[in-house]
Nanobody
Framework: QVPLVESGGGLVQPGGSLRLSCAAS????????MAWYRQAPGKQRELVAR???????NYADSVKGRFTISRDNAKNTVYLQMNSLKPEDTAVYYC???????????WGQGTQVTVSS
């Protein structure tokens, strides 16, 4: 059983929007902080957005005002709404679940987002 499964990636034109989803299973979702990371070719993986158990959020400076992270504990799902996409947003986006109390962490397999005309 794969604990995190991302979906919603694809090809979009600059200025467009996408919504990524990450469905969780096999662990108690509401106990975990959730995050989206991304990795572009030749670059290190970077944090895009994070949402805590209490639904506090933080964002990378490069996406502030354009991306929104949210979670639905009833559906065990975290979302990343991405608006005003730019070519530099092109990357593989990964979902992450973390519970620091137990030092437990899960990763998804990633979903490709390509922003190009």
């Amino acid at each position: 059983q794969v604990p995190l499964v991302e979906s919603g990636g694809g090809l979009v034109q600059p200025g467009g929007s996408l919504r990524l989803s990450c469905a969780a299973s096999g662990f108690i979702f509401r106990f975990y902080a959730m995050a989206w990371y991304r990795q572009a070719p030749g670059k290190q993986r970077e944090l895009v957005a994070r949402i805590t158990v209490g639904e506090n959020t933080n964002y990378a400076d490069s996406v502030k005002g354009r991306f929104t992270i949210s979670r639905d504990n009833a559906k065990n799902t975290v979302y990343l709404q991405m608006n005003s996409l730019k070519p530099e947003d092109t990357a593989v986006y990964y979902c992450n679940a973390e519970r620091r109390l137990t030092s437990t962490e899960y990763w998804g397999q990633g979903t490709q987002v390509t922003v190009s005309s």
